[in-house]
């Protein structure tokens, strides 16, 4: 597998620190509020790296963090008359709704900022320890000119990096460039006893402590959005590398930018929008669906046609692994080499495309090749076998891309059901077409639709 590092800006072979396992971290959302979509992007995408690392042999550790103290949370808790805490549980609830209806996986670990504060005091101390950070009136400051690497996620030169990028200026910093590892108390605002007095961790910190507490001092991979590199992740660099003089990551990657009607999304131009505001009249999976047929590192424009055409995409794809449950039931003996050699070609189609950089648009084209292969395969009894395969082959690309998820489980009127359309068909081999007419009448009533085809009579719920 090849991937696009941000630092070097190329493609390269990936290649563990360990063979066989993968040390895996994305950055995780800041819980004062809903997941908008573009949140979503980072959660689906990677989501699928990690599922693809799986698929092709990996031992994945995945750690995804929740930003539970931040200017936001306090914010928010304001206004609202209650605690940041409250704030942080409910959101996180929410979170975990907007994940699973996206289909997305728990990580291994989802560690939260407070729960590891004493974890980021420390890494604070040690980076003290050897003159990287400073304090001043019970705030502590990172030396980002000493770190003779800073820049070089970004490529950026010191000069012309943004130092008030959710960055605070203050007049407590020794170079504008500086940054906060820890600030001190504010009056009503939620705190935590340290060295430097009573205060919080900034947010840049938290990071670098969680990789360093679940993952160790260096990983295999560090990804999120592109609106990251600076100053988070180029933080994050600087930090860990001065804290234990080696290399932190040794593959970053980045996920583009979402736009809606090709204007960046943005609270102020009033098209900001949710993944429940969406979710609530398109369902989860076509946001999913979106997040994936484009290049994780391609912008994305949303609109509602898009939404419309991922959900008919989807659909298209509902109804071929469908046919193949219903061929099952008229399939016939023997053997097909071809059209196993068939289903062999697109694996490997969908393997090479996902190697290439995670290309989740070229995999999708390749599993619409499938489908389309499967469903003209399908025009007449075929060899229980080869469907098997097929099915099998649908499942395993499906799984790893994440979708799909929504197929209903076995229906417990089945049973019932498969009997009334057996006893219509004989009613109408007999001619006796009031019965047959009775019969689906009554299966309508129930949300059943019919469907006559040349392998006999398919039936779904409306």
Same mark, same amino acid.
């Given at each position: 597998?090849?991937?696009?590092?941000?630092?070097?800006? +190329?493609?390269?072979?990936?290649?563990?620190?360990?063979?066989?396992?993968?040390?895996?971290?994305?950055?995780?959302?800041?819980?004062?509020?809903?997941?908008?979509?573009?949140?979503?992007?980072?959660?689906?995408?990677? #989501?699928?790296?990690?599922?693809?690392?799986?698929?092709?042999? *990996?031992?994945?550790?995945?750690?995804?963090?929740?930003?539970?103290?931040? !200017?936001?949370?306090?914010?928010?808790?304001?206004?609202?008359?209650?605690?940041?805490?409250?704030?942080?549980?409910?959101?996180?609830?929410? *979170?975990?709704?907007?994940?699973?209806?996206?289909?997305?996986?728990?990580?291994? *670990?989802?560690?939260?900022?407070?729960?590891?504060?004493?974890?980021?005091? !420390?890494?604070?101390?040690?980076?003290?320890?050897?003159? @990287?950070?400073?304090?001043?009136?019970?705030?502590?400051?990172?030396?980002?000119?000493?770190?003779?690497? $800073?820049?070089?996620?970004?490529?950026?030169?010191?000069?012309?990096?943004?130092?008030?990028?959710?960055?605070?200026?203050?007049?407590?910093?020794?170079?504008?460039?500086?940054?906060?590892?820890?600030?001190?108390?504010?009056?009503?605002?939620?705190?935590?006893?340290?060295?430097? %007095?009573?205060?919080?961790? %900034?947010?840049?910190?938290?990071?670098?402590?969680?990789? =360093?507490? $679940?993952?160790?001092?260096?990983?295999?991979?560090?990804?999120?959005?592109? #609106?990251?590199?600076?100053?988070?992740?180029?933080?994050?660099?600087? &930090?860990?590398?001065?804290?234990?003089?080696?290399?932190?990551?040794?593959?970053?990657?980045?996920?583009?930018?979402?736009?809606?009607?090709?204007?960046?999304?943005?609270?102020?131009?009033?098209?900001?929008?949710?993944?429940?505001?969406?979710?609530?009249?398109?369902? $989860?999976?076509?946001?999913?669906? =979106?997040?994936? &047929?484009?290049?994780?590192?391609?912008?994305?424009? $949303?609109?509602?046609?898009?939404?419309?055409?991922?959900?008919?995409?989807?659909?298209?794809? @509902?109804?071929?692994?469908?046919?193949? #449950?219903?061929?099952? +039931?008229?399939?016939?003996?023997?053997?097909?080499?071809?059209?196993?050699?068939?289903?062999?070609?697109?694996?490997? &189609?969908?393997?090479?495309?996902?190697? !290439?950089?995670?290309?989740?648009? #070229?995999?999708?084209?390749?599993?619409?090749?499938?489908?389309?292969?499967?469903?003209? *395969?399908?025009?007449?009894?075929?060899? +229980?076998?080869?469907?098997?395969?097929?099915?099998?082959?649908?499942?395993?690309?499906?799984?790893?891309?994440?979708?799909? @998820?929504?197929?209903?489980?076995? !229906? %417990?009127?089945?049973?019932?059901?498969?009997?009334?359309?057996?006893?219509?068909?004989?009613?109408?081999?007999?001619?006796?077409?009031?019965?047959?007419?009775?019969?689906?009448?009554?299966?309508?009533?129930?949300?059943?639709?019919?469907?006559?085809?040349? &392998?006999?009579?398919?039936?779904?719920?409306?």
């Amino acid at each position: 597998m090849r991937i696009f590092n941000t630092l070097t800006m +190329k493609k390269e072979e990936f290649v563990p620190l360990q063979e066989g396992k993968v040390k895996m971290y994305a950055c995780g959302p800041t819980v004062y509020n809903f997941i908008h979509i573009g949140n979503a992007r980072p959660i689906c995408v990677f #989501d699928v790296l990690r599922r693809y690392l799986k698929y092709i042999g *990996y031992d994945v550790t995945f750690v995804q963090n929740f930003t539970d103290i931040d !200017d936001k949370l306090i914010k928010k808790a304001n206004e609202e008359g209650t605690t940041v805490a409250e704030v942080a549980a409910r959101y996180i609830k929410e *979170y975990w709704t907007d994940a699973k209806g996206l289909g997305v996986r728990e990580a291994d *670990y989802h560690p939260k900022a407070t729960e590891n504060i004493d974890t980021i005091i !420390d890494v604070v101390k040690r980076l003290e320890e050897r003159g @990287y950070a400073y304090a001043k009136d019970g705030d502590v400051y990172f030396r980002s000119r000493k770190f003779g690497g $800073y820049g070089k996620l970004s490529h950026q030169p010191l000069d012309a990096l943004d130092a008030g990028n959710r960055i605070d200026v203050s007049s407590n910093k020794e170079d504008p460039l500086d940054f906060v590892l820890w600030k001190a108390a504010k009056p009503g605002e939620p705190s935590y006893h340290s060295p430097w %007095g009573e205060g919080r961790p %900034g947010w840049h910190i938290e990071c670098t402590a969680m990789i =360093m507490k $679940y993952l160790g001092e260096t990983i295999d991979i560090h990804c999120g959005g592109q #609106d990251l590199i600076f100053p988070h992740h180029e933080n994050e660099i600087a &930090q860990a590398e001065c804290c234990t003089g080696h290399e932190y990551v040794r593959y970053w990657m980045h996920n583009g930018y979402i736009n809606v009607d090709n204007h960046k999304m943005s609270k102020s131009l009033g098209n900001f929008f949710t993944v429940r505001e969406v979710a609530e009249k398109f369902g $989860y999976e076509p946001i999913k669906f =979106m997040m994936l &047929q484009a290049h994780y590192r391609s912008p994305i424009n $949303y609109t509602l046609e898009v939404l419309e055409q991922c959900r008919a995409s989807l659909e298209r794809l @509902y109804n071929c692994r469908e046919n193949l #449950d219903f061929a099952l +039931k008229s399939a016939t003996d023997g053997e097909d080499p071809g059209f196993l050699s068939k289903l062999d070609s697109r694996r490997g &189609q969908f393997v090479a495309a996902m190697d !290439d950089d995670l290309n989740t648009a #070229d995999a999708i084209s390749a599993l619409f090749e499938l489908t389309r292969e499967c469903n003209t *395969y399908l025009g007449s009894p075929r060899p +229980k076998t080869a469907i098997e395969a097929a099915i099998k082959l649908y499942d395993e690309l499906c799984g790893v891309l994440g979708i799909l @998820y929504n197929r209903p489980a076995q !229906d %417990g009127m089945a049973e019932e059901i498969e009997a009334l359309i057996e006893q219509r068909q004989q009613a109408r081999k007999d001619r006796d077409f009031a019965t047959a007419d009775r019969i689906r009448d009554e299966l309508k009533a129930q949300g059943i639709i019919l469907e006559d085809t040349p &392998q006999g009579v398919k039936w779904k719920r409306a």
